[in-house]
């Protein structure tokens, strides 16, 4: 885990008894906590509030992914190779196509 993730997973845990406070004192009609919030369940339970956990993940990679789940033998993506400036080479320059997600297995 980077530097970064674990102060923001450390973060989440500093945040819990100030939003447990603000749901024992209002109690809302729903709690919906970013998926960071790995405790959320435990108070939601608790305070006998309904849950709906926020994911940020972008629309596009939640459609790929099931796409990938539901026809993992089917799927054949194409892309146009991309000239790497590092270190060209003749292939890449021409446009050849690759294929790939052949043999991916996502679980």
């Known amino acids: 885990m980077s530097t970064t993730a674990a102060k923001i997973h450390m973060a989440t845990h500093f945040i819990q008894p100030q939003i447990e406070a ?25 305070f006998q509030i309904p849950r709906l956990v926020f994911n940020p993940i972008p629309i596009f990679d939640m459609c790929m992914i099931q796409t990938i789940k539901t026809h993992p033998r089917s799927l054949s993506l194409r892309f146009r190779a991309v000239p790497d400036s590092r270190s060209p080479s003749p292939s890449h320059s021409t446009g050849e196509t690759l294929v790939g997600f052949r043999n991916i297995k996502v679980s």
Request: overall charge neutral; cysteine-free; aromatic content about 12%.
């Open 22 to 46: 603000v749901l024992k004192e209002s109690h809302p009609n729903v709690f919906i906590p970013d998926i960071l919030f790995t405790w959320s369940k435990d108070l939601s339970k608790t």
